[in-house]
């Protein structure tokens, strides 16, 4: 029986030629990988500076994810706000009647009417700017506003200012022409 266990099965028809070549061909590969685990050989190779490029490369692109999500975020959040205003912007006023307010480092100017007027000083309603528009909103879409952008309401009054008891003052009615 100097016959190897491959002639065997071969001959017993057990295995086909390709099999069997497969399992030889299997069995050199798995002699001649390292091990998992072992060390490396001492010919190593340090790393190339090709790795080290790929390396910044792959950082240099984890940089560029994060900003490209920051920019989408902030759309995502500027078209949330300029949804919110459309829907519940309020008309405006056909008049010559001007709330005048300060956006920045300007002074801007909304059309109102004495209704309006009277529900943006009681806090009812608030001035919002975005993408250069200035639009009336009630005070709940305000508060959303708010929560997304901080610098798009200009003016809201979460609370009416308490009248403090030792103004001399409180008895006053301001005139309702007075107006800056």
Wanted: charged share 35%; proline share 7%.
């Amino acid at each position: 029986m100097s016959d190897s266990l491959r002639e065997q099965l071969l001959k017993a028809g057990l295995v086909s030629r390709q099999q069997a070549a497969q399992a030889e061909r299997q069995q050199h590969r798995q002699r001649h990988q390292p091990k998992p685990g072992g060390k490396r050989p001492a010919t190593a190779e340090p790393p190339r500076p090709a790795d080290a490029a790929q390396a910044a490369k792959a950082a240099r692109d984890r940089e560029l994810n994060k900003e490209r999500e920051a920019r989408a975020r902030a759309r995502a959040v500027a078209a949330e706000i300029k949804q919110l205003i459309d829907q519940h912007a309020l008309p405006r006023p056909e008049g010559d009647d001007y709330y005048n307010f300060v956006a920045g480092r300007k002074i801007r100017r909304v059309a109102v009417n004495a209704d309006l007027l009277e529900r943006l000083g009681r806090g009812d309603i608030a001035i919002v700017r975005h993408e250069g528009r200035s639009a009336l909103v009630p005070a709940e879409i305000a508060a959303r506003i708010r929560e997304r952008d901080e610098r798009a309401v200009i003016t809201f009054k979460a609370e009416p200012e308490p009248v403090a008891e030792d103004d001399p003052y409180k008895d006053f009615v301001v005139p309702d022409d007075l107006r800056w």
